[in-house]
């Protein structure tokens, strides 16, 4: 893993070196010190060097499994970059590293080479708003939310956002919408949840749709539209939870599907949408398609509207990655396993909720499956 870098950080910016330095705090309360001393402060020289890249929603809690697993095997170390779901889909697919996190599970003959697609965790997005003397109690639905970000909604005083939200004070002022300017899966849960509203106009995507309206700005990543968002009165974006949680973000409460009461992004109401899925309707291995499953909008009074899983994708046959070794792909193996195990603990303090046991059974059937020159991989 990157030593963490030195620079300044300036003021009201939030960087990936702030968000490190607040994994080792958070890691130090949970009793986990030692594993970031380990890793960031005396790195030694590890023997097995594994790489992956992707999604930045899940980028909190894949820096503190790689940490946590190089304070359990010192001989390995695994370097994630955290540059977008297509970026690292884009890598993987041109075997540039060894795996990719995504929060868009890819359609599995978009790849010539065997895929499988793993569940991680379970994240939520947050719809971060910077309004002066607004800072809590911000009630929004898919609609609202959709119009806003279609342009149509352009002042935050406009009657359908007030007639959310009876006794707030919002000012006329003119609205700024935060997007992703990369590929992003933080985007397509997004916009999957947007399309959820008969008021949006485009298709589910990695990419924000060119043609929607009103006043917007970009950001890179959900640190970029965290910081944008932070530094821009009068605006909201979508952010990954435990980036707005970190940074003090206000969010705003979605309304559920039911209608009955507008629901906070705690790990409580994320889980709640997890538990209300239906699990007969979720594919049955990692080889199968889940490109399709979605946790948007799941019934229940305290079931946060716009969650997701996110997905590690890895080829079932790693001999396929050029300089891959039978070492390298047993400690492949072994960190798989511990995600799915293990290391689902450290996602609740970073609001990420721990995967069913029907998840984690389809999990192991599916790193069972990895292969080296067709060798079955110790677990």
Known sequence: MASVPEQIVRRGGISRTVFVISLVVVAVAAGLGGYFTNAFLNPGTPTL??????SSLVYPLLSQWTSNYYGLHPNVQINY??????????????????????????????????????????????????????????????????????????????????????????????????????????????????????????????????????NSITGLQNTGVANQVSNTPNS???????YALQNSMNVAYVQNKDRSSFVKPTLANITAAVSSADPSTLPTGGLKDWSTVSLLLEPGANSYPIVSFTYIIVYQQLNVRPLMTLDKAKALVGFLWYIVHDGQAAGASLNYATLPGSIVTIDETSIKSITYNGQNLPT
């Not at 909201?236 to 435990?242: F, T």
């Open 49 to 54: 060097q594994l790489s992956g890249a992707g």
């Open 81 to 214: 970059q955290s540059v977008g779901s297509g970026a690292g889909v884009t890598d993987f697919q041109n075997k540039v590293v060894d795996f990719a996190g995504t929060d868009a599970a890819p359609v599995p003959s978009t790849n010539p080479n065997v895929t499988l697609t793993i569940p991680e965790t379970i994240g939520a997005v947050t719809l971060a708003y910077n309004i002066p003397n607004v800072p809590t109690g911000l009630h929004l639905n898919e609609n609202v939310t959709a119009e806003i970000f279609n342009g149509t909604i352009t002042q935050w005083n406009d009657p359908a956002i007030m007639a959310l939200n009876n006794g707030l004070n919002l000012p006329s002022n003119t609205i700024t919408t935060v997007h992703r300017s990369d590929s992003s899966g933080t985007t397509f849960i997004f916009e999957g949840y947007l399309l959820k509203s008969a008021f949006w106009f485009a298709s589910q995507s990695k990419s924000w749709p060119s043609k929607a309206g009103g």
């Open 236 to 242: 909201i974006g979508y952010v990954e939870v435990a």
